[in-house]
């Protein structure tokens, strides 16, 4: 069964920097990609940042020059590490990434539980 958990949500100051981590499980090839998306309340989820397994990342607009994505590709794990944070930044975080899980099968999106980021002014 494919599992990815996320840690390292939590309550900062606006200014202030939050890390999360994302580890995917079960019987899976290295996910080709992996990204974080985010949704505020009352508005609807939105992709932040991709990165695939060779390393190339993108990143939207308002998180760019602040928000790093990274992966380690031994531990199927995915990285976010949040710098320079604002109020509008406040949301629940999901992971995401698309994985193959045997030679026959085409690569599907799985999504973590969600964590939640709230940055006070």
């Known amino acids: 069964q494919v599992q990815l958990v996320e840690s390292g949500g939590g309550l900062v100051q606006a200014g202030g920097s939050l890390r999360l981590s994302c580890a995917a499980s079960?019987?899976?090839?290295?996910?080709?990609?992996m990204g974080w998306y985010r949704q505020a309340p009352g508005k609807h989820r939105e992709w932040i940042t991709t990165?695939?397994?060779?390393?190339?990342?993108n990143y939207t607009d308002s998180v760019r020059g602040r928000f790093t994505i990274s992966r380690d590709n031994a531990k199927n794990t995915v990285y976010l590490q949040m710098n320079s944070l604002k109020p509008e930044d406040t949301a629940v975080y999901y992971c995401?990434?698309?994985?193959?899980?045997?030679?026959?099968?085409?690569?599907?999106?799985?999504w973590g539980q969600g964590t939640q980021v709230t940055v006070s002014s």
């Open positions: 995401n990434a698309d994985i193959q899980t045997s030679l026959w099968s085409a690569a599907a999106p799985y």
């Open positions: 079960g019987t899976i090839f290295s996910p080709k990609t």
């Open positions: 990165i695939i397994r060779g390393g190339s990342t």
